[in-house]
């Protein structure tokens, strides 16, 4: 197992921190698909889908939406 | 009876045989000159990018038994069935703020496991063996599900024989093969085979969805056949919507599953092996169509109760399979060798996560039991060796599971997998994040959710069995007067978060030793190429040289 080294740490550039604003919008893909009322009914229908399936299915959008939009805003400036 | 089925008994064996070969082969692919290490054996050597990252954890996370349960839950039970969509969308965010943050640190000390991270973050090595021991228990089940997935299609091209023995011998030989090949080529196996099986689902459902519904008459008529079913069965908590007593249900199970789901030892294996941070936050934004196709995938039940599926009967008389709706659905719908190609797809579907899921049980044993009870000097080559045979010793439990066990009994088990796996959350996901809890603390907890969670489970009741009849617990039993039910992990969770927090300020205000904290803040956010990683040259050399704790 690999202890603490004695040495001092280093603050090393290639070091993201992932102290940003911008994280607390992964909430919104966590909450909303959690809550019943949104999609828990029938109409209106999509294709022939009830609302139940088909709003359930655009919240996956949602998720990718905002995991691109958080990683596009945090993600390391200048060496990548 | 299975000569009826023999196009697609060729086409399914081809395939197989094909992937095997693929698995043998991986052990060259991307291999560095030492395969006795346990970062190359059991993480691909840390060093997988987006594309591979992306099939990996893919093909980790949606099994075989996924591809088969969902649906047949559908088939069953209907929108309670679906909670596997909003399941797999919140897991993303999860891991993406969580799980980056171990890979750092497990990056910067050489951490294999969650149960290293917890020894060193803790300094208790009696909490990271019950974290180990937790992550072997709970993984054994889901390994010996995957051979359901399989032994489902088998069971549909007629592949079954009059005792015990007959009827499991094509999946003893399958996991023979897996056995084989995980033994020589670790995590690099699966991660190659991980492109043959996704591609080989993707093309099956993306004609399925497209070809069944002008089939049957379009997605109206589909739903309509399903409403129908389910308006005429007895069990009130049917249906193609939810009612007032199964949402708590819903939400609850979707939310427990996420979060146990990513503390399950295999997902974080797939994870650690990618190699940079950028690979996974990338990853996590684009693993979500994977999602998608399980959503279309759970409507697979609604397309088999359109198209009059009748299930095969189970194992005890009287009882009917509902795992085999899927596989009969597209023996009926398709051409022989097209059902062929989606057998092979749900065949190899189980070889990609079994293979991670004894490879991360494997590396728990070796890390965490070996290395830390039985010999504290084991060089790198030794953990290696260990962990292969281990692997070994994984898969042929698993597969004495479903010979000797009723595999309902599995199915089980994996249900109460879940449950002890989400006692692990205080532990592992939490402290990522604080050392606020006290490591006795964390063990009382962890006995407190556990003991919880197995009570609860035991009183649930279905209608073919008194105990461990499912995993939504009724609230009345807690004296509340209503028929909702809730999912017992979140509940148990809870309740084991509860009991750490009491006990932490007990031990605090009795100011009992904590230990030494072996991580430093900076450590959750290191990023490959961080100066105090030292990466390649130095696990190659003499291990003597290696810090030990």
């Known amino acids: 197992m690999a202890a603490p080294e004695p040495e001092a740490p280093t603050t090393a550039p290639t070091r993201a921190k992932d102290h940003s604003p911008w994280n607390w919008l992964l909430f919104i893909p966590i909450v909303v698909p959690l809550i019943p009322v949104f999609f828990n009914g029938d109409s209106p229908r999509v294709f022939g889908f009830p609302r139940f399936y088909w709003l359930q299915l655009a919240f996956i959008l949602l998720g990718v939406g905002t995991t691109t939009l958080v990683y596009q805003m945090t993600k390391k400036r200048g060496d990548s | 009876m299975w000569r009826d089925h023999l196009t697609e008994i060729i086409v399914f064996s081809l395939l197989f045989l094909l992937v095997s070969a693929m698995g043998f082969v991986a052990a060259r692919w991307r ?8 970062d190359e054996w059991g993480l691909g050597g840390r060093s997988f990018g987006g594309w591979i990252t992306w099939f990996l954890i893919g093909g980790d996370l949606y099994t075989a038994y996924t591809f088969v349960a969902v649906p047949a839950l559908m088939f069953g ?18 891991v993406f703020l969580v799980l980056v943050r171990l890979w750092s640190v497990s990056h910067r000390h050489g951490f294999v496991t969650p149960a290293d991270f917890v020894r060193n973050r803790f300094d208790s090595p009696v909490l990271a063996l019950l974290i180990a021991i937790t992550g072997i228990v709970a993984t054994m089940p889901y390994i010996a599900l995957q051979l359901i997935g399989i032994e489902a299609v088998l069971k549909t091209m007629g592949v079954t024989g009059d005792n015990a023995l007959a009827r499991h011998l094509p999946i003893i030989i399958a996991f023979a093969i897996l056995a084989a090949y995980t033994y020589q080529s670790g995590l690099r196996a699966p991660a190659l085979i ?4 996704d591609s080989l689902i993707y093309i099956v459902i993306l004609v399925a ?6 089939k049957l008459g379009g997605w109206g008529d589909i739903f ?7 308006d005429a069965s007895p069990n009130p908590n049917d249906g193609i919507l939810l009612n007032g007593n199964n949402q708590l249900q819903y939400v609850t199970l979707a939310l427990g599953s996420a979060l146990a789901l990513f503390l399950y030892p295999h997902s974080i294996t797939g994870v650690l092996a990618s190699k940079n941070r950028d690979v996974i936050k990338r990853n996590m934004s684009a693993l979500p169509a994977y999602s998608l196709l399980l959503g279309l995938i759970a409507l697979l039940g609604y397309m088999a109760i359109a198209a009059g599926v009748k299930p095969l009967p189970g194992n005890s008389a009287g009882s009917v399979d509902n795992n085999t709706i899927v596989p009969l659905l597209f023996d009926q719908q398709f051409p022989d060798w097209f059902a062929g190609v989606a057998y092979a797809a749900i065949g190899i579907g189980a070889l990609v996560p079994a293979a991670i899921m004894s490879i991360a049980a494997a590396n728990l044993f070796t890390r965490n039991i070996y290395k830390e009870y039985l010999k504290r000097d084991a060089s790198p080559a030794q953990e290696a060796n260990v962990s292969k045979i281990t ?43 604080t050392r606020w809890f006290h490591r006795t603390g964390l063990i009382v907890g962890w006995v407190a959710g556990m003991g919880l969670g197995m009570w609860m489970l ?37 309740v084991n978060l509860a009991v750490a927090a009491l006990v932490t300020l007990a031990l605090r205000a009795a100011k009992v030793d904590e230990g030494v904290d072996g991580t430093e803040p900076d450590d959750y956010f290191a990023d ?6 030292t990466p390649g040259t130095d696990r190659d050399a003499d291990s003597a040289r290696e810090p030990v704790a």
């Open chain 2, 31 to 38: 291999a560095p000159k030492d395969m006795a290490h346990l």
């Open chain 2, 77 to 94: 039970a209907g929108a309670a069935g679906f909670f596997a969509v909003p399941y797999t969308i919140v897991i993303y965010p999860l």
């Open chain 2, 194 to 197: 991980a492109f043959v099986k």
């Open chain 2, 209 to 214: 969805v497209i070809y069944l519904p002008y």
């Open chain 2, 224 to 230: 309509a056949a399903a409403d129908a079913k389910f």
């Open chain 2, 391 to 433: 692997s070994l010793v994984v898969k042929v439990g698993a597969v004495a599971c479903i010979v000797f066990l009723d595999p309902q009994f599995s199915i089980d088990l994996q249900l109460i997998g879940g449950v002890i796996i989400l006692q692990t959350l205080p532990a592992v996901a939490l402290g990522l994040y």
């Open chain 2, 458 to 494: 035991y009183q649930v009741a279905s209608p073919t069995r008194k105990h461990f009849g499912g995993s939504a617990f009724p609230l009345s039993e807690f004296g509340f007067d209503t028929t909702r039910t809730i999912y017992v992990g979140i509940v148990a969770v809870a």
């Open chain 2, 528 to 533: 490959e190429g961080d100066p105090r990683v």
